[in-house]
């Protein structure tokens, strides 16, 4: 296989998917609030809350999140 055409997947710590707003989850939103990352939405698909939890884990990515930075 060739080194080029092999794809980066980012880290799912890294992937936020959606955006917590006081205690309701807005999938696909870009706004201020706390980041729910793909690796939070896939927990709660294995802790088997229901359907839009699947859902929301495999949606796309909407922005990285910044890398740690430690020494």
């Known amino acids: ?3 080029s055409s092999k794809t980066t ?3 799912p ?5 959606g955006v ?3 205690s309701v989850i807005y999938p696909h939103a870009r706004f ?3 980041p729910i990352t793909r690796a939070r939405m896939q927990f709660m698909a294995a802790c ?3 359907k839009k939890w699947q859902e929301w884990a495999k949606a796309p990515a909407l922005y990285l999140l910044p890398k740690d930075r430690r020494p």
């Open 48 to 50: 088997d809350l229901g």
């Open 1 to 3: 296989m060739n080194r």
């Open 20 to 22: 917590m707003v006081g």
């Open 9 to 11: 997947r980012a880290d």
């Open 32 to 34: 201020a609030g706390e």
């Open 13 to 17: 710590m890294r992937e936020v998917v």
